[in-house]
């Protein structure tokens, strides 16, 4: 049904509604790479007797067809598009279903194939790297979603740079308020249902009512109701929630018996703090932040909508004129960041635990 | 150094944990806390390197008493293990052998060797140890690290809190034994709480019995064995008494030399070590073989008359009396070989562990 589907949309210009393309009808030689691609591995699935080889053939379609799905785009934009002109050529449906499709499929059948970890992770890699490698050599400079980027691009590097300052501050000032809480939660038991109560609160408020809330304090307390102070006060509450949590579960969570001979071999309170319970609690913290700076990428985009600016104005800007390729510039950066914040997390948390396991 | 309680109370809300107790334990004894669980023993402990401070009374060591220190300065003099061991998961075994030691701010050159000749003291080889992690060790092991862990700064007091009683009983008995012979060098002096009696005995110079917070008996473990105070002491220590007392003495204390002839290239020498019908058998090296009855021996060839000695019919002399009679009760002989690396030490009859045994009896007789 891909192979029908539009998969390309082809505009004369920026608004205009476009004409679609289909791998099937159009787009023959890169419908028919795609249909080649499943002929290998199901031959040698076929005959092959091990057990395995049916799910490692499909593993392979799946990491694959995305690439050349891909690498066609762009090779059929560049095609279609002279230089200089005002035509779009931008994916459609079927290119998204696809490369979808191919993730979930490849991420469900990669434990099935035992292969080795390294495998699955170099599968992992082989989209990412083949959109950097065309991004890097050019081959996608036809496609609409870079012309949109060239055109903007004065516009999107701020909102970039905006979006992490404003999720790095925010995480930042969360880490700060959520540990502290955390902790005087777990000092004192009386703080732990009041604290909580309000962090719950504030997390089951839609974040753009949150800002709405903020605006008349804040505005009260001369600081402004709208840009970007009541945005970083709102999306630190929302990240503190998190990293107040963990904080609060590593420390009410330390062997007890590890505290007592702690106590019983002379360690004095700062000692004991610092050589035991925060050495111990650190990785269970970093999670709650982990998770905290993960939420905070995607919340930051609603933050544009009180002008605190950010890669939210440029979706907000591509919905407000019908530029579908401005939202996606808006928001395909929001998921690369958020995706690679937590593969920095995962990398930190990892090293980190490598040694200890309690 | 001795450990003085006085009037030693201790209420956690009405619950009495500690009812006015009054108690001085002696200087490089090894003394045993036993009782029942909720008795107060842990607690007791505890009141020592003023972890729990008492709700009235005093504890001194060496007439000093231990309010007055920096509960910190008082610990780090103080050897503490514990049951769960408790080691750091985030330290490597010498990290965690070295707490104390670098609390005391000893210089590094000092505390890696101390660190290594604790390795070596509790049967850890310090090249494969040192630098592994609690969660890469037995249960063994990580008791064992434990104890190192006590005596790091050498103090001259150890409190241990029921040490071995995470592990499997077979390997608690070689903890003990372990331990046993460290004391028997270090001559500390030890405080140590179980709530398992078989430990008690076989570990304590002396005993304090606790039930509800109170002594009951401070004694050693033979006349806590022989004369149980009151009826709560006999009932904790056990009808098996007398065996128990039979685990305090070892084989070698009771065995006698053994009749025993060499049987060498199918001819068997003159029967040494006393006349007997019964005979142990050795090589020349004095290994043994089996035993044979002399009235069979008729024929030529002793080989076809000897019954040979299986592994479970042969007991070391380090073997207390009890794991003796139980051999002898399993199997049915009437006299069993003593062993010594190997080789034919003696022998040790039925007859000798009951007398042992009766002496006890004789004794629980007395007024």
Redesign the interface.
Known sequence: MTLIGPWLQVKPNRIVEGTSRSLAFDDGFWGAVCLGLWALPLLVSVFSKNPRTPARAAWAIFVMVPVVVLLGSGAVASALVPDGSFVRVSPSWSFWITILGCYAGALVLGPLTELPRSWLTLGKAVFPAACLVGLATGAFAQLSLLKEFVAQSDVFWDAARIHLILSGVAVLAGTLLGTLTGWGAHRLVQFRRPAFFFLNLVQTLPSLALFGLLIVPLAALGLGGIGPTPALVALALYAAFPIARSTLTAFDHLDAAVLDAGRGLGMGRAHLFFRVQFPLALPVVLEGVRTASVQAVGNTVVAALIGAGGLGSLVFLGLGQYAPDLILLGTLPVVVLALAVDLGWVIVLGLLNRRVRT | MTIAFDEVRMLYGSQVALDGLTLTLAHRELTVLVGPSGSGKSTLLRTI?H?VVPTSGTVTLDGRRVDSWK???????IG?G?????????HTVGKNIA??PS?LKWSRAKIADRVEELLVLVGLDPSRYRDR?P?ELSGGEAQRVGVA?ALAADPPLL?LDEPFSAVDPVTRLRLQGEFLSIQKTLHKTVVFVTHDVDEAIRLADRIVLLDHGQVVQYDTPETLLDRPATPFAARFLGSDRALKRLSRRTVAEYAKPAPRAVLDRGKLGPVTGGPSRFVWVTDTEGRLLGSLDTELLTGTDPGAVLSPAGEDLVISRQASLREALSVMVGTGARALPVVEADRLWGEIRLHDIEGAGQQSALRVAEP
Do not use: K, T, W
């Open positions: 390197n972890l509960p910190e300065d008082l610990r780090r003099g503490y514990i049951q769960s061991v408790g080691l750091f998961p985030h707490a104390v609390l992690y969660h862990r409190l």
